[in-house]
């Protein structure tokens, strides 16, 4: 958080541009970008960020996680694929590939109990 604070500083009042506080603090320039958009974005001032506990100020810069209504709905509706796509190694694609072949088993099963008929 102190390199978070440091960026800030560098940028509101000592007016250096992105590239030159990510030369000083070592940080790549869209992170430096992002960090200044954050806060510029919340309305506070220097000041009270140098106020600001560690937690608050964490929680102000990086734990802000904007879902869409649209996500919302998805992940009421599929709540365990949900839980798939937040373990490591997960992807979309991967769980549709599980999907496809238990579906495809399904229709060989009914494709065989039918010819039993």
Not at 3 to 16: A, S
Not at 49 to 57: A, G, Q
């Amino acid at each position: 958080m102190k390199q978070t604070r440091e960026i800030i500083r560098l940028n509101y009042v000592c007016n250096l541009s992105d590239r030159a506080i990510s030369n000083v603090v070592n940080l790549s320039r869209p992170t430096i970008a992002k960090i200044c958009k954050s806060f510029s974005e919340s309305g506070l001032e220097y000041d009270q960020i140098k106020e600001m506990s560690d937690s608050d100020l964490s929680l102000e810069f990086y734990e802000k996680k904007v879902v869409s209504h649209k996500a919302e709905m998805l992940i009421a509706k599929f709540p365990q694929y949900a839980i798939e796509l937040k373990k490591k190694g997960s992807n979309f694609t991967a769980i549709m590939r599980g999907v496809y072949c238990r579906v495809s088993r399904w229709i060989e099963d009914i494709t065989i109990w039918k010819t039993l008929q």
